[in-house]
Protein backbone atom coordinates (compact mmCIF):
# COMPACT_ATOMS: atom_id res chain seq x y z
CA UNK A 1 0.00 0.00 0.00
CA UNK A 2 1.04 3.49 -0.92
CA UNK A 3 0.28 5.76 2.30
CA UNK A 4 1.90 9.02 1.50
CA UNK A 5 4.50 10.40 -0.93
CA UNK A 6 6.88 12.95 1.21
CA UNK A 7 10.11 12.56 -0.82
CA UNK A 8 10.92 13.51 -4.37
CA UNK A 9 8.06 13.35 -6.23
CA UNK A 10 6.88 13.83 -10.08
CA UNK A 11 3.33 14.03 -11.41
CA UNK A 12 0.67 14.02 -14.52
CA UNK A 13 -2.99 14.52 -14.42
CA UNK A 14 -5.11 14.46 -17.05
CA UNK A 15 -9.77 14.33 -16.73
CA UNK A 16 -8.99 13.75 -13.24
CA UNK A 17 -6.80 11.08 -12.74
CA UNK A 18 -3.46 11.75 -10.78
CA UNK A 19 -0.16 10.00 -11.57
CA UNK A 20 2.85 10.09 -9.56
CA UNK A 21 6.14 9.12 -9.19
CA UNK A 22 8.50 9.18 -6.38
CA UNK A 23 11.54 7.20 -5.45
CA UNK A 24 14.01 6.11 -2.01
CA UNK A 25 16.60 6.60 -1.13
CA UNK A 26 16.68 10.73 -2.31
CA UNK A 27 19.50 10.87 -3.84
CA UNK A 28 19.40 7.44 -5.80
CA UNK A 29 22.96 6.01 -5.99
CA UNK A 30 24.90 4.11 -8.67
CA UNK A 31 24.92 0.22 -8.25
CA UNK A 32 22.94 0.80 -4.88
CA UNK A 33 19.24 -0.16 -3.88
CA UNK A 34 16.41 2.00 -5.02
CA UNK A 35 12.57 1.85 -4.98
CA UNK A 36 9.97 3.51 -7.58
CA UNK A 37 6.74 4.20 -5.86
CA UNK A 38 3.86 5.05 -8.25
CA UNK A 39 0.61 5.66 -7.71
CA UNK A 40 -2.55 6.57 -9.68
CA UNK A 41 -5.42 8.57 -7.87
CA UNK A 42 -9.23 9.34 -9.23
CA UNK A 43 -10.47 12.49 -9.01
CA UNK A 44 -12.96 12.14 -10.92
CA UNK A 45 -16.83 11.01 -9.72
CA UNK A 46 -17.23 8.19 -11.81
CA UNK A 47 -15.49 5.01 -10.59
CA UNK A 48 -11.84 4.42 -12.76
CA UNK A 49 -11.37 1.23 -13.76
CA UNK A 50 -7.83 0.03 -14.47
CA UNK A 51 -7.42 -3.24 -16.90
CA UNK A 52 -4.04 -4.64 -16.15
CA UNK A 53 -2.92 -8.05 -18.55
CA UNK A 54 -0.41 -9.07 -16.60
CA UNK A 55 1.05 -8.82 -12.90
CA UNK A 56 3.14 -5.63 -14.10
CA UNK A 57 1.14 -2.50 -12.72
CA UNK A 58 3.78 -0.10 -13.50
CA UNK A 59 7.51 1.11 -14.64
CA UNK A 60 10.01 3.08 -14.63
CA UNK A 61 13.00 4.00 -17.01
CA UNK A 62 15.58 6.22 -17.03
CA UNK A 63 17.43 7.84 -20.08
CA UNK A 64 20.40 9.55 -21.65
CA UNK A 65 20.37 11.94 -24.62
CA UNK A 66 16.83 10.37 -25.48
CA UNK A 67 18.01 6.55 -25.09
CA UNK A 68 16.60 4.29 -22.48
CA UNK A 69 19.71 2.87 -20.42
CA UNK A 70 17.37 1.45 -17.58
CA UNK A 71 13.96 -0.14 -17.56
CA UNK A 72 12.52 -1.82 -14.52
CA UNK A 73 11.04 -4.48 -15.45
CA UNK A 74 13.83 -5.41 -18.17
CA UNK A 75 14.73 -8.48 -15.77
CA UNK A 76 11.52 -9.61 -14.36
CA UNK A 77 8.94 -12.29 -15.43
CA UNK A 78 5.07 -11.39 -14.65
CA UNK A 79 2.26 -13.60 -14.57
CA UNK A 80 -0.10 -13.96 -17.32
CA UNK A 81 -3.33 -12.68 -15.78
CA UNK A 82 -6.26 -10.43 -16.73
CA UNK A 83 -7.24 -8.13 -13.79
CA UNK A 84 -9.64 -5.37 -13.07
CA UNK A 85 -8.67 -2.37 -10.38
CA UNK A 86 -11.97 0.29 -9.66
CA UNK A 87 -10.99 3.31 -7.67
CA UNK A 88 -14.20 5.61 -6.59
CA UNK A 89 -13.45 9.28 -6.55
CA UNK A 90 -10.56 9.76 -3.79
CA UNK A 91 -9.19 6.68 -3.99
CA UNK A 92 -5.50 5.92 -4.57
CA UNK A 93 -3.91 2.43 -6.00
CA UNK A 94 -0.15 2.24 -5.77
CA UNK A 95 2.77 0.06 -6.69
CA UNK A 96 6.16 -0.33 -4.88
CA UNK A 97 9.32 -1.77 -7.76
CA UNK A 98 11.98 -2.62 -5.71
CA UNK A 99 15.63 -2.90 -7.50
CA UNK A 100 18.96 -2.10 -7.71
CA UNK A 101 19.87 0.52 -9.79
CA UNK A 102 22.82 0.06 -12.59
CA UNK A 103 23.44 3.01 -14.74
CA UNK A 104 26.94 5.05 -13.60
CA UNK A 105 26.30 8.43 -11.86
CA UNK A 106 24.57 11.38 -13.75
CA UNK A 107 21.70 13.18 -14.94
CA UNK A 108 18.89 11.43 -16.41
CA UNK A 109 15.10 11.95 -17.76
CA UNK A 110 13.01 9.88 -15.40
CA UNK A 111 9.86 8.55 -16.62
CA UNK A 112 7.01 6.30 -15.11
CA UNK A 113 3.80 5.26 -16.31
CA UNK A 114 0.98 2.38 -14.93
CA UNK A 115 0.52 -0.68 -17.40
CA UNK A 116 -3.02 -0.44 -17.04
CA UNK A 117 -4.58 0.38 -20.39
CA UNK A 118 -6.72 3.31 -19.54
CA UNK A 119 -3.90 5.37 -18.53
CA UNK A 120 -1.16 3.83 -19.88
CA UNK A 121 -0.11 7.12 -22.22
CA UNK A 122 -0.80 9.14 -18.85
CA UNK A 123 3.53 9.47 -18.56
CA UNK A 124 5.45 10.87 -15.83
CA UNK A 125 8.58 12.45 -16.62
CA UNK A 126 11.15 14.56 -14.93
CA UNK A 127 15.07 14.77 -14.31
CA UNK A 128 17.24 12.71 -11.49
CA UNK A 129 20.54 13.08 -10.73
CA UNK A 130 22.19 9.68 -9.98
CA UNK A 131 25.01 10.23 -7.08
Do not use: H, K
Not at 14 to 31: A, I, K, M, N, Y
Not at 73 to 81: G, R, V
Amino acid sequence: AVSGVDQTSFSNASDGVLVRLSFRPDPVCSGGPVTWVMDVTNDRDEPLELTFSTGQSADVALASDGADVYRWSDEILFTQALRTVTLTRGERFGAVLPGELTVAPGDYDIAGWFVANEIRDLTVTGSITVD
